[in-house]
């Protein structure tokens, strides 16, 4: 399924009346954007996307999917086949990437190194032909915004990843952009470093109310800093929402496997009744679920169930869906534990607990109770994720 924020005009046309007022209140725009490279295979297809000022929003999804290419096109470092692309209600098409005024990250920093931090900083702004004092102090102002005041005499091969990394940050707000692209800006990290700096992204967002766009196919990245995520796979965005709406609510079965852990059971429809169904799954047992990509029995589905929503024990009994298991192996990560079992002929389940006295005595062999209530049991499309 694709997402789009609501239908657009032909690329072939010009902007109507009713484009131009739906538009007014969008920062930036991607207008039935596709992008081929051979003229046959398209990499990005029918793209739809408005974004507010002032907007975090992620293009997440694995490599290939076409998120990178859609911010290649925003940059213009790539022409789109087809459609338009407009800032502040401006088509920048044809514009040149110099003169589009945006900020841009990369992975790999992309920083000169025969220039100091501070040179790196005012380069942009020489660029402009702003003035020396002006550039001496947007500089500092610059570095003192990323916690690296003190470092502007240095070159860039004698800071650590992490310091080059908001050093490229700097640079790309120094001229004071509107927008902000970032491009896998911290794939180059440990993790450490990279949980770090995508607070610092995020709390620089925050004080100065800049645009950015970021991509990645790290989904932690993506719900921890986004205002919306637009989930690509296959050059198609798949859903478009906030990060709690994305978890808690996938609209089909690629979302749901990408976005967090899920359980996934196949199964077939056997009734609907209004927005709850009942599906028999392929070892037979029925199951409850809501009726979130099915509409009529007799349709494929794939049933979809969080970890940390299935109740172990004596705790299952008053739900929905109540069903035996036996424990295969249990985990302790201090504060909860994973416990992974059999159930259903086989299928192998996936559940985080609390770590409190209930289930202090789980151990392997053991058979016992699992349940989830139909509210956290999503029936999507009958896709089956292969990543």
């Avoid at 338009?84 to 790999?108: A, C, E, S």
């Avoid at 299952?316 to 259903?344: C, K, M, P, Q, W």
Wanted: hydrophobic share 35%; glycine share 8%.
């Amino acid at each position: 399924m694709q997402a789009t924020v609501e239908p657009h005009a032909s690329p072939d046309q010009e902007p109507t009346a009713s484009d131009h007022s739906r538009s007014s209140s969008s920062f930036v725009r991607f207008i039935n954007v596709q992008k081929s490279y051979d003229g046959e295979t398209l990499v990005v297809k029918d793209f739809n996307l408005d974004i507010q000022k002032g907007e975090f929003v992620t293009l997440l999804g694995p490599s290939g999917s076409g998120k990178t290419t859609c911010l290649m096109m925003m940059a213009g470092f790539e022409t789109p086949t087809h459609g338009r692309i407009l800032l502040k209600d401006q088509p920048i098409t044809d514009l040149p990437p110099h003169r589009r005024g945006i900020g841009m990250v990369f992975q790999n920093y992309a920083l000169f190194p025969h220039m100091t931090v501070a040179e790196n900083l005012a380069f942009p702004l020489d660029v402009r032909r702003t003035g020396k004092a002006e550039t001496k102090e947007k500089v500092q102002k610059a570095l003192d915004m990323v916690r690296l005041g003190e470092f502007g005499d240095r070159r860039p091969g004698q800071l650590s990843g992490g310091q080059q990394q908001r050093v490229a940050l700097a640079r790309a707000l120094v001229f004071e952009p509107e927008l902000v692209l970032m491009d896998e800006p911290l794939g180059a990290l440990d993790k450490n470093l990279r949980e770090e700096m995508q607070f610092e992204i995020k709390r620089i967002h925050d004080r100065l109310g800049v645009t950015m766009i970021y991509v990645t196919h790290d989904q932690s990245e993506a719900l921890t800093m986004s205002d919306r995520i637009a989930v690509f796979s296959d050059g198609v965005v798949q859903q478009l929402a906030s990060p709690r709406d994305l978890y808690e609510r996938p609209e089909n079965a690629f979302v749901a496997g990408f976005i967090g852990e899920n359980n996934r059971l196949a199964g077939e429809v056997l009734s609907i009744d209004g927005d709850v169904c009942r599906v028999r799954i392929d070892s037979g047992e029925e199951i409850e679920a809501m009726a979130v990509a099915v509409t009529q029995p007799g349709e494929r589905t794939t049933l979809s169930i969080r970890p940390e929503r299935i109740a172990l024990g004596a705790g299952a009994g008053s739900l929905d869906n109540v069903f035996e298991a036996t424990v295969d192996e249990v985990i302790y990560l201090g504060d909860h534990l994973r416990a992974h079992v059999s159930a259903f002929g086989g299928q192998q389940f996936s559940i985080k607990t609390p770590n409190n006295e209930d289930v202090g005595t789980l151990c392997p062999g053991q058979t016992l109770s699992i349940g989830w209530s139909r509210q956290n049991c999503r029936a999507l499309d009958g896709q089956t994720p292969t990543h």
